[in-house]
């Protein structure tokens, strides 16, 4: 089933991120707040930079796109906040990759660096190159998508040193991005291939993709690679971003599975 789209005509905080991460190239990274939830149109903008001389570098961007504060983390590559006010990172500059947790970003200072007692980082055993990241609040659980790997992998949010995965999907091709939508335990994968692939009772039904419904956005098609991509659950609406080709496509992020 192909999807009608078309460019930036839906410019939310949630399509914003995504068009901040496809211009970041290999390492842009996006943040949806409470992306969970179907976002909050006042939260924050965070964006992660991973090229020229600020890899690392987190900007706070306000509803007009324009840096308010900057965060010099270790970490990377995708970025996600969680209820809590804690941001999370995965950090792909070595094999295996590792996931650091920032205490409060949004309070701390325009500067500032990862301190010891508040911070934390953790090796992901198990993840090759790890990309985008997305939060379970109440199962307490962090997926992230593992580039290479053909998975994705899943770690507890309170994870630290000497952690292992808590569980592993293994996929018939790279996932870049992904968005899970709690309330519905919906996972949504932004395949490299210019899929997107939508499994229910993710979490509940033991982390499996099996039986998927896939969606395949008419501005990307097959041979695209989707590097972003954002969930607005009021809306029921999927924003994603194929790599380097400046358009966001919009399109119902629900597909009934054929009828049998």
Known sequence: MNLNTNGLY????????VT????GGNGGSSFVPDNNNGGNQDSPLLVMHNGGGSVGQIDQLDSGLRVQSTFNADANEGIVLDLLGNVHAADDTAVPSS???LHKLLDRQDGASPVATLDRSFTAPGSDNLKGVAIAHEAGLIMAANINGNSIEIYGTTA???ATPLASTVLA?????????????RVFLAMTNGTILVADDYVAGG???????????????????????GYD???DTLVVMPALS???????????????
């Open 10 to 17: 839906w410019l939310s905080p949630l399509a914003l991120a």
């Open 20 to 23: 901040l991460a496809a211009c």
């Open 99 to 101: 996931v650091q947790t």
């Open 160 to 162: 630290g040193a000497g």
């Open 173 to 185: 091709g790279n996932a870049w991005d992904l968005a899970y939508d709690e309330a519905a335990d």
């Open 207 to 229: 982390f499996s993709v099996a039986g998927a419904r896939e969606i395949t956005p008419d501005s990307a098609g097959m041979t695209s690679n989707m590097h972003g991509i």
């Open 233 to 235: 659950a009021d809306s």
């Open 246 to 260: 400046g358009v966001i496509s919009r399109a119902p992020a629900t597909l009934k599975p054929p009828a049998t």
